[in-house]
């Protein structure tokens, strides 16, 4: 085996010690310990590491995450006790700044590698289109994981970064495992096992606020000018950029604008917020008198409450129960405010839950086995024939000092559950912040440097006058300092 941070430490490598943990939708780890006996060997934390099997084989590529040092009583050497995370934790660092909209999820993928990933040497492994998206927007509150995740929920995909650094985000049955297995396999230690405990058919999902489908024309927002009135309300909440009318005379659009954005340094007429039923004129207009009338058309705000159901999952375990077969879920997610958006992740969620999973998990000393892969499983004991499991877990371990790996593995024929459930709950317990309301201006900064250089050349004309002594003295064309 061969290790390499980044110069070759094989030498250093205390045998038996290595653990690798491969995962979709999570981070994958390596553990493994390092004997230095002249105490010489410096690891900085969050220096790149490669890990080879016996025959040559990448099989963990990431970064090292706080090394750990041990100097044992009575001897000059240090132990290290190294964790590291895989390439994943490149989409950790960045924050994404993009609004989108009426595109693909791929195209926003690529986009986003383009944009962030690349610059840290990200390539595309495989990255299928999805659905196609009514609106994404990202105020860069999220990194460019959690965007991920959230797209990958919204078309039922996995995504992840290899070793390699090669960026998948595709259809969880796109890349066909090494091998395949059958009742003479060698394998050992099998288990199999049905879970429904997520399991839903009928899904939720409670919003923030959605504009009205239609705009509100001709309202007359309270209270009727008064002499002394500027802020005036209405009815609901406002979506976006109203049209005041005074006096049935429309103000000019460009004299509207965002509360506490517009008209800092040019004082405009009116101002609305995203959010709020007010509108207020500015103090260098005349206030309205009683004399005066007022009225908006403008976009509401109402709050945004989507359902979907899947009738075939409901009939099947209304047949399998003797009941109604409905299983409900209900999630809040406060900064969705978009119904088409809502809609997208309530089928996700279900594309997911619909399917009550048989987790298989078995050990095998036979490598080319990895997180992501889709593997056709025929176990006749266990009643499964020529189905297909998605391999979302691979456990690595140095078995001994004789260059044996032994693989742990875990497999779902449904959709991945373990992490994608932690990810959903975090959902639940904190908004998305994946949209940009109108109110809203995206500012962008982009530091750039140039050089330049530059000479002078000054001349000097010196100016200097006799000093008086002993054989120099004034005269009419001469005069001392």
């Known amino acids: 085996m061969a290790i390499y941070i980044p110069v070759d430490l094989t030498g250093y ?34 220096a790149p590491i490669e890990i080879y099997d016996y025959s040559g084989n990448l099989i963990f590529g990431g970064f090292i995450n706080y090394p750990r040092r041990i100097n044992p009583l009575g001897t000059d050497a240090l132990f290290f006790d190294i964790e590291a995370i895989d390439q994943h934790e ?7 700044a993009e609004a989108f909209t009426s595109q693909t999820a791929g195209y926003i993928v690529n ?26 927007k990202f105020p860069r ?35 066909v495992a090494g091998f395949n297995l059958v009742d003479n396999s ?14 839903r058919n009928r899904q939720y999902i409670r919003g923030g606020q959605t504009p009205t489908d239609s705009p509100i024309t001709g309202e007359s927002p309270t209270p009727k000018p008064d002499g002394t009135t500027r802020t005036f309300v209405t009815r609901y909440p406002i979506a976006q950029a109203p049209t005041i009318y005074i006096n049935s005379v429309a103000v000019p659009a460009n004299q509207i604008g965002i509360n506490g954005v ?6 405009l007429q009116w101002y609305w917020s995203y959010g709020s039923n007010t509108v207020t004129q500015d103090t260098t207009q005349t206030v309205l008198n009683t004399s005066d009338t007022i009225t908006i058309d403008y976009i509401g705000l109402i709050p945004l409450l989507v359902v979907v159901e899947d009738s075939n999952a409901i ?24 119904k088409q958006q809502a809609l997208d992740i309530a089928n996700g969620k279900l594309r ?48 001994d000092d004789q260059g044996t790996f032994v693989y742990d593995i875990h497999a779902v024929d449904g959709e991945p559950f373990g992490s994608w459930t932690k990810f959903f709950e975090s959902l639940i317990r904190k908004e998305s912040g994946l949209v940009i309301d109108t109110d809203e201006k995206l500012i962008v900064l982009k530091t750039s440097y140039e050089t330049d250089s530059w000479s002078e050349i000054h001349t000097y004309n010196i100016f200097a006058c006799p000093i008086v002594a002993d054989t120099l003295y004034p005269s009419d064309t001469l005069y001392p300092c």
């Open 13 to 46: 490598y205390q045998s038996q010690t290595l653990e690798i943990q491969d995962e979709i939708n999570a981070r994958s780890t390596a553990r493994f310990g390092m004997v230095d006996v002249n105490a010489t060997l410096t690891l900085e934390d969050g």
């Open 315 to 338: 009939a099947q375990r209304a047949t399998i129960e003797n009941l109604s077969g409905v299983y409900e879920s209900l999630e809040t997610l406060p900064n969705v405010n978009d």
């Open 141 to 175: 509150a999220n990194t460019v994981a959690e965007v991920l995740d959230n797209l990958a929920e919204i078309c039922g995909f996995i995504w992840y970064i290899d070793f390699d650094k090669k960026l998948y985000f595709q259809e969880r049955n796109a890349t």
């Open 186 to 199: 060698a394998i050992v230690n099998i288990n199999v096992r049905n879970d429904r405990s997520k399991y």
């Open 262 to 267: 517009d008209g800092q340094v040019t004082p």
């Open 111 to 136: 986009t986003i590698l383009t944009n962030y990933l690349a610059a840290d040497g990200v390539t595309v492994g495989n990255i299928e289109s999805g659905i196609t998206l009514d609106v994404a």
């Open 90 to 96: 490149i989409a950790d660092r960045y924050l994404v």
């Open 352 to 399: 997911k839950y619909t399917v009550i999973p048989r987790e298989l998990t078995y050990q095998t000393f036979t490598n080319g086995l990895s997180a992501g892969q889709l593997q056709t499983v025929t176990l006749s004991k266990y009643g499964i024939n020529a189905a297909e499991f998605l391999i979302d877990r691979v456990t690595i371990r140095d078995l």
